[in-house]
């Protein structure tokens, strides 16, 4: 499936991307029919209901959609847990409707990812809102996620080169300086990053050592 930020569509118009691909996934033919008359009403005509949760993840998959929509009853914790489990993989928006829920079912939705989990709340009128409000609650999240990872992979990074500095500095006799300076130098004839060459610096002294 395709990453990224996912837009609602809104345009400086007001008019809504027709374009945007939505998933129903609800059993019961008049929920489906609230949310589907609600984003039709709004403009969306890439709408598409699947009719029950067997082999979910399989049929998200084939259709791809921007955003997910879920309309349940009274969920079993069985269901719950599926429907979390796809939220974690897929990666998209999620937003649940459910008739009636716990604290603890609120929570596990919201470490699964889910977007917006809206309790009794499902009425035509508030449909476009919630969908707006997935969508921002995901793109602000992915946004949070994004940074967090490149703090992690600049840490990871330092690490290592520090770590080659050491043998270097041991091995060859060199300042803190120089050793980065020559992995500098070697990182930039190489056209490689400088975290590159100190994994080489790395791997070579285990080899060695």
Known sequence: MRKGPVSSGSEPSGQRDANLKIAIVDESA???????DGLREAGFTQVTRIEETRNLLARIYALD?????????SPSRDTLEQLFQMSRVVKRPVAMFVDQSDR???QAAMD???????????RKDRVTTILDLCISRF????RLQNELDQAKGALEERKLIDRAKAIMMKARGLSEDEAYA????????????????????????????
């Open 30 to 36: 008049v929920r489906a029919a609230i949310l589907e």
């Open 182 to 209: 020559l992995m500098r130098k070697t990182a930039m004839n190489q056209h490689k990053k400088i975290a590159e060459i100190a994994q080489v610096v790395i791997t070579a002294a285990e080899l060695l050592g």
């Open 104 to 106: 603890a079912s609120i």
């Open 112 to 122: 699964a990812g889910v977007s917006a989990y809206i309790v009794d709340g499902l």
């Open 139 to 142: 793109n602000a999240f992915s």
């Open 65 to 73: 959609p921007e955003v997910i929509l879920i309309g349940l009853e």
